[in-house]
């Protein structure tokens, strides 16, 4: 079957992508760090026919009668370019991760051997109607050595085309082939088939959106996926917990924001304290207009609450509705999170060190907290400057994504004429 | 449709497998390389029972017409039983990679943030014809934290299933859960099938064995694949090379072993060094009886050599031959590495030290070297102390892969009472 023409433009680009990453493995921080100074500089000098290109996709969005989340998924302005600017000025003062090497030994025979860290070559984004990420990817791959393929919503396409321009224009002005970043232009779906089966050209793909787009781009791909599906959190008030920071912690952790992925959905307390927790946080709760529902001890405690029924542990709302749960000890706890929990992060508050440290290392998530909000398991939190999303994989890379995240390590072997026997 | 029986089964077994991985999260060290000893002294004193067993293994293959090769594969003898025993032991003896934790930061609200090492899950073994795989498989993924599901070959069946019974019986013996290592004694095909799409039950599936086996996972793999495809390795002489070193290295890493996937399969060489080096080089491997495939520039210099056609730079002979290629420069090197190797194992001899660090870091593979043969390229030589494969992959882990390559790592966060602002 003959490829259409977008398919036949992508592979192009990957071939190119590819020879651009192998440039820029000589390329200097100072070179990839210009970059990213001199990106936010054209942003900032060219913020108006950004914003005029932006207009031109809200204006066909609502002529398509689109929903005001999404339209403000998919406006700019001029605090959110700032936003865009400054982050790049951000990304370009963290240190590069490429070239650190560490745990080198010497072996008997003589060899030096250690590990380099390098990036991971190609990397694809598939991604939905926030024109942001579109800087955001370019910029975290280029400082960490990758080239990349992005591909965006179609409703971004004008925003998208305006500041991939940017882009490519700034990579050449800092002497760095333009072949590094390409932007999907074309909206023809097959693309990003093509995209998912491009082994070898593509190293991994990273998909950022909504958990259909992300399920499609897993269940397809043929190339290595860093993904992120749900966030199922819990928050456990154990049998030793400080009640000030039980109840602010679990009620943080629900409504501080409802529509993320680190936001609480199921709360677990011990049996020996939900007489004495539940009906203050119910208070609360329902002050901010938060919907419970609850196991049957949690209903012996709350009776006005709805019940929870089986679905209700393993869902993600996203909205404020809470499951709670009453446990009778901290191995059920446990169990409940490693059975009906997304894997993403969970919390325990308690005073006592025994159950603390079994609580980090039993529970299979990959951000696992002691006395703090569910809340802060995003890559600014943790420090790490910039985020390319949060994987709730387990090969490679859990939890917020870095640029590390972004790498890998080759082995380095130093010698001086050693031969095997 | 209805699952065969043996699916079935192989679906029971993950469930408990992963249940097993739960309890193994509060396995101590200790109670792991009990496990590791008590299966050595078994395996030790239940030689006879185990060499019958592969004896039947044996018979069987030699009835069905199988070649030496395959033969010499399957077979144990009380040599590899040792060495089986040792290897146990040397196992338990590294250092226990859960529970590391490292790269603590505090953060301005005094949340303290860092990583801990820890499991992957459930491994899914897919392997051949040898059955020592099924010990070292399950040892390694033991130690590690791991659970795993083991399919070996059908021809080895009887040998594994006697090791694996003492496995499980080893688990019992040491108070861990039996269920930590499945082994499917089933030769029905469809369950490979089964454990490629065992997403959520399954972690990672490691396919060992020929490359049609694991092409044949990756393509099919839902679950994510940890692989080793081809060793296309490169050994570049460079215009600064110490000749000696370069002979010695260049011999090495063709003759050492000939089906290894370290070994060199093709030499390149500075055109300045040709008529110095080729000749000597020539004149060791005809008499090792390697043949020779050379560019036309390196038949300039041994006109006596057949010619190499563009397919002899991408095969991984595993056999007495070798490609020859002159280049022209160290640049020419590099592109021709990064375009036809296999991203597995490439060495530079030189003394040039810019060129030395550049080679380092612009070759694009899993082991990069300077003045050793590539055969080193293992995880005994790199001082891992066990190996479970090697990995062509850039996600998670390139090179050989030890226990460091079975875990990955969460984030740990540390409050007192912290909610998000």
Known sequence: MQPSPAC???SAAARAAKQAFHTLASASSRQKNDFLSCLAERIARNRGSILAANAEDLAAARNKGTGEALLDRLSLDQKRLNAICESLRQIAELPDPVGEMDGFVTRPNGLQIGKMRVPLGVVGMIYEARPNVTVDAAALCLKSGNACILRGGSEALHSNTALAAHVRAALRDCGLPDSAVHFVASPDR??????????GLIDVIIPRGGKSLVARVAAEAKVPVIKHLDGICHVYLDEFADAEKAVAIAFNAKTSRYGTCNTMETLLVHAARAAELLPPLAQRYRDKGVELRGCPNTRAVLPDIAPA???DWETEYLAPIL???VVDSFDEAVAHINRY????TDSIVTENYTLARRFLREVDSASVMVNASTRFADGFEYGLGAEIGISTDKIHVRGPVG????TTQKWVVLGDGQVRV
Chains 1, 2 share one sequence.
Do not use: W
Not at 190 to 199: I, N, R, T
């Open 403 to 406: 640029l590390h995240g972004l």
């Open 309 to 311: 029924a089986e679905a």
């Open 341 to 344: 929990g997304s894997r993403h």
């Open 323 to 325: 499951s709670v749960k």
């Open 190 to 199: 097959d693309v990003v088939g093509a995209m998912l089966a491009a082994e």
């Open 8 to 10: 036949a433009e992508l």
